[in-house]
């Protein structure tokens, strides 16, 4: 694997958490130990976007962002990576393809809160990624009845699995996707931005 590259063995079972981490929160820390137990992961990723199509300003610069992300979560099965800026590639759908290409036999699911299931219609070529590869997506305060009733969720209903079905998501086959419900963090990248805690 190239320098700086994030190691997984095939068989493995990684969960991929993407987005601007501008900046990283406790909440963030919450959905990935959560994902880590409930879905039986090995690993999980923090792909740290370069940019975020859908939001008009670019984030703060990648090599502070993956300063404070690695300070904050310091988990043996955690790696904070800026594999998206290595691969060049601007769309999830696109960086799902690559990674399937460069990790073959590694499991990988998609980890999203319930806050970017209820706008995941919007995201470019979103149902590539319904039939790329399995979805988990975890509560957020506020937003369970907005993502139950989102356009990707009414259309994938039928394959939508049970919470029982957890710890089997990263070996679905797609498109399968899961909304856990359970304990959350009131914390987001916005409000931290809006206090002040975090200047770009």
Known sequence: ?????????????VGLLGGSFDPPHLGHVHITRRALRRFDLD?????????????????????????????????PRVQVTDIEARLGTRYTADTLRRLAALYPGVSFVWLMGADNLAGFHRWEKW???????PIGVLARPGEQVRAGLSPAARGYARWRLPKEAAPRLALARPPAWLLLSGPMVEASSTALRRAGAWIR
């Open 43 to 75: 690993q999980v990723w923090w792909l740290l976007s370069p940019g975020n199509p859908l939001k008009p300003d670019a984030p703060a610069a990648m090599a502070r962002r993956l300063h404070a992300a690695r300070a904050l979560v310091r988990h």
């Open 1 to 13: 694997m190239r320098q700086g590259y994030p190691k997984a063995a095939a068989g493995l079972k």
């Open 127 to 133: 149902r590539d990624i319904m039939e790329q590869v």
